[in-house]
Structures are given as C-alpha cells and as structure tokens.
C-alpha cells in the first residue's frame, strides 16, 4: 500500500454502507506477475503441440501442431485469437510425376520431359472440426487465461489509483480533466466532476476500491475547500442506487 493510502486506512471514520459484493479478491499483481501469468499460459498451450513463433510486446503468437488448425495469438488480457488458413499447400512425391508424351520422342538423343504438379492444393477441414478444437484449448486452457485475466485487471486498477490522488489534485489546481475534455474553469465545475466520477463508478468490487481512493481525496481536499451542505451531499448520494453515500465532513 502506497503511504498516502495507509494514512488514509487509519482515519477514523463511519464504516461503509452494507452491500452484497464481496470485496476485492487477492490478486498477486504487477509487470513480473503478468509475465509470469502470461508464461504459464504459453507453457500450456506449448504442451497441446502449440509452438512461439514470435513475441510481439505483450502478444505472444503460435504456430500449431497442424497448419490446418490456424495460428493462435495470446493477447495482454489472456484473450486468445485463432487463426484461420484459407488454403493449403502441399508438394507431390516424386513417383507422381509421369512422362507426357506430348513432349516425348523416341529419339534416345532427345531427352524427355516430365510432366506433373509440383504442387498441388489440399483441402482444408470443415468448420466443425476446427472449431472442436479450439474448444478443446480454450476449455483447457480457461484456469490460465482466467488467471492471466485477473492479474492484468488488477494491475491496471492499482496503477490507476496510484495516480489518482495526483489526477484529483490536477484536476482541482488546473482544471484538468480526468478524460478527455476542456478544461475546467470555475470551482464548482471541478467539483461537480469530481464528485460525478464518484457517482459513475460501477457497483463492483473494483469499483468500491476506485471509490474509496476518491473518498478520502474528497474528505481531506475537497470538503476543506468547498463544504458541502446537506441538500448537495442528499442530491449527488441519490445518484448511486447501491445505497453508497459520500463521506461526510
């Protein structure tokens, strides 16, 4: 926990209203967990006969153990894409070639020609059999992409509300906005967004989280600078649905 959050844990203040989420799921997180999340997974698409082709930043693209299969390429999140091979390739074994006659002669001085197809086209197999197979490796593959998924997520929510107390703090000082957007003018401007980004985040575990870091911001900058009343804190609590309220001064 970064030491401007500790201090804010230690505040004495009411408990938040009861809810039917559960909190946050501990979740090793950070750059060395995703890698190592994201290596898992390659490992065990490596043991279904998937092989790296290359790495791409945090993309991870294989080669399958069948051409036909398609090529599968791991995204950040845990995501897998598969490929899909329009055609295929093949080269005929060299009894198939035949001598044509057409350019032949008796003639032992003259040589002959063989004709034939160096290459030639196979069919690829239908639908239903390739998409069994992905089936099969994303359903034995869902514990690692899972895994992989939850790290990223909370990776980038901690990042965030890393740098939230200092986005606030722009926001308040230059009228910054957290988005995209103009910049904010007057006082009342920046804390109604404030305070609407406060009421925008969503009724889930990670956003409870977001949240508190915006209550405590609130708590010790905003209410310092602009008190609310009690009119103003009733309108912007009725805006949440999951009986969420601000903190009070």
Do not use: N
């Not at 107390?165 to 308040?172: E, V």
């Amino acid at each position: 926990m970064i030491p401007w959050l500790a201090a804010s844990a230690f505040a004495q203040d009411p408990p938040p209203p009861k809810t039917d989420i559960a909190p946050m799921e501990v979740v090793v997180w950070g750059e060395l967990a995703c890698d190592q999340a994201r290596d898992a997974l390659v490992a065990e698409l490596e043991s279904m006969g998937y092989r790296v082709a290359r790495r791409d930043g945090d993309h991870v693209v294989l080669k399958p153990p069948s051409a036909w299969m398609g090529r599968v390429t791991v995204h950040p999140d845990g995501a897998l894409d598969f490929g899909r091979p329009l055609i295929g390739f093949g080269t005929l074994p060299e009894e198939t070639y035949a001598h044509d006659p057409r350019h032949g002669t008796d003639d032992p001085r003259v040589p002959t020609v063989e004709a034939g197809a160096g290459a030639t086209f196979w069919l690829l197999p239908g639908e239903r059999k390739r998409d069994a197979v992905q089936r099969a490796v994303l359903d034995r593959t869902r514990e690692e992409r899972d895994a992989l998924l939850a790290v990223t997520v909370r990776t980038s929510i901690e990042a965030w509300v890393d740098q939230l107390p200092g986005k606030l703090d722009a926001l308040w000082t230059t009228g910054a906005p957290l988005g995209s957007g103009p910049t904010l003018a007057t006082e009342a401007e920046r804390r109604d967004a404030v305070l609407d980004y406060w009421a925008t985040r969503a009724p889930t575990p990670e956003g409870y989280y977001v949240m508190d870091t915006v209550d405590s911001w609130v708590r010790q900058v905003l209410w310092e600078r602009m008190p609310p009343t009690e009119q103003e804190l009733a309108t912007w609590d009725a805006r949440r649905t999951d009986g969420r309220t601000l903190p009070r001064p």
